[in-house]
């Protein structure tokens, strides 16, 4: 074990556990968060249809992305997910607002992407699962997974772009 490992371990920690406990919110209304059903309508108030299941994977990237990264258990498949969740997160709600939090902006997004690529590029380190259990997937298999996170985050962007609420005919009183 090195310093590294413990710096990796550090960055796993803070990145999975804030990611998880927003997911939790979502998920389980935990720590004043909306519940699934608040965050449905949240995503169908965003205009993303269908908003079930935008809330689902939103919200399962980043409760389980999030515990997965922590553990450092299947490290490579957890951070590309968040860097696929924070790059649609900051292009889609956050960039439009700026740089900086106080105003909605990208500020503590890009925070977790920096964080979530780091782990990308560097891998889990020793003080993980996946290099107990000898899962070991090496340099490759983590620059296509971010190369899968970033192709998935603009797909995700090109069908799940915000769209009206189909109207409802209304019928006009005849004279």
């Avoid at 371990?9 to 804030?18: D, K, P, S, Y």
Wanted: proline letters at 6%.
């Amino acid at each position: 074990m090195t310093a590294g490992d413990v710096g990796i371990l550090i960055v796993r920690l803070a990145i999975g556990l804030t990611f998880a406990a927003h997911g939790a919110q979502k998920v389980l209304g935990w720590w004043g968060g909306p519940g699934f059903a608040g965050w449905t309508a949240g995503i169908a108030r965003m205009g993303l249809r269908p908003a079930p299941l935008w809330a689902a994977i939103s919200a399962g990237v980043e409760l389980f992305g999030g515990l997965l990264l922590a553990l450092g258990f299947l490290t490579p498949i957890a951070s590309a997910l968040l860097v696929a969740q924070s790059t649609y997160i900051i292009v889609r709600v956050h960039l439009p607002r700026g740089f900086w939090i106080s105003g909605g902006g990208i500020e503590f997004a890009l925070q977790l992407l920096a964080g979530s690529l780091l782990v990308v590029a560097s891998g889990p380190g020793a003080i993980a699962i996946d290099p107990a259990l000898g899962i070991d997937l090496g340099s490759w298999w983590r620059a296509g997974s971010l190369v899968v996170a970033i192709v998935g985050a603009l797909v995700a962007m090109a069908i799940a772009r915000p769209r009206p609420q189909a109207q409802t005919p209304t019928s006009s009183p005849s004279s």
